[in-house]
């Protein structure tokens, strides 16, 4: 089975806000955001889950980035919103093959349609993200980073 399916916590978080244009330049929301979370360094016990998670706001038609705080780390001036968690479809695929994320994303929707349990849980403030798993070291050394996708989804 290519996908996994995980809870994820509720969590307050620093936000990009919304970028309409989806621009990652190093001026821009997105790029002044990455440089933000880039220069965070979390303790030891808040690295085992994924903190930043990158969204189209379909309602905003936009680009959301947000970093899941914790008590040791500042929102650095970001604005701040409750993200409220739930469970996920995730899947995983090299960062920038756009033919196997579609590939991914189609079986994912037709295994969620299929499912006796499941069923896809899209509405504002909770959509499909993505989320870097590469770490940057190794990013650096091979070239290219992997892709984790986590698709919204709830019980029947």
């Excluded at 997105?30 to 303790?43: E, M, N, V, W």
């Excluded at 808040?46 to 706001?57: A, E």
């Amino acid at each position: 089975m290519e996908y996994r399916i995980i809870s994820l916590p509720p969590f307050r978080a620093a936000s990009s806000g919304l970028d309409q244009i989806g621009d990652f330049a190093e001026d821009s929301r997105l790029g002044k955001f990455d440089r933000y979370f880039s220069a965070i360094t979390p303790c030891p016990r808040d690295c085992f889950m994924p903190r930043d998670f990158l969204y189209y706001d379909e309602a905003q038609n936009g680009m959301v980035w947000l970093y899941a705080l914790s008590e040791d780390i500042d929102a650095g001036g970001m604005e701040t919103v409750d993200f409220e968690g739930g469970y996920y479809l995730t899947y995983t695929y090299r960062d920038g093959d756009g033919a196997e994320n579609d590939r991914l994303y189609k079986g994912a929707l037709d295994y969620i349609a299929k499912s006796d349990v499941l069923e896809l849980d899209v509405r504002p403030g909770h959509y499909t993200m993505g989320h870097i798993i590469t770490p940057p070291d190794l990013i650096q050394a091979q070239g290219w980073a992997q892709m984790e996708t986590f698709v919204p989804v709830k019980s029947k």
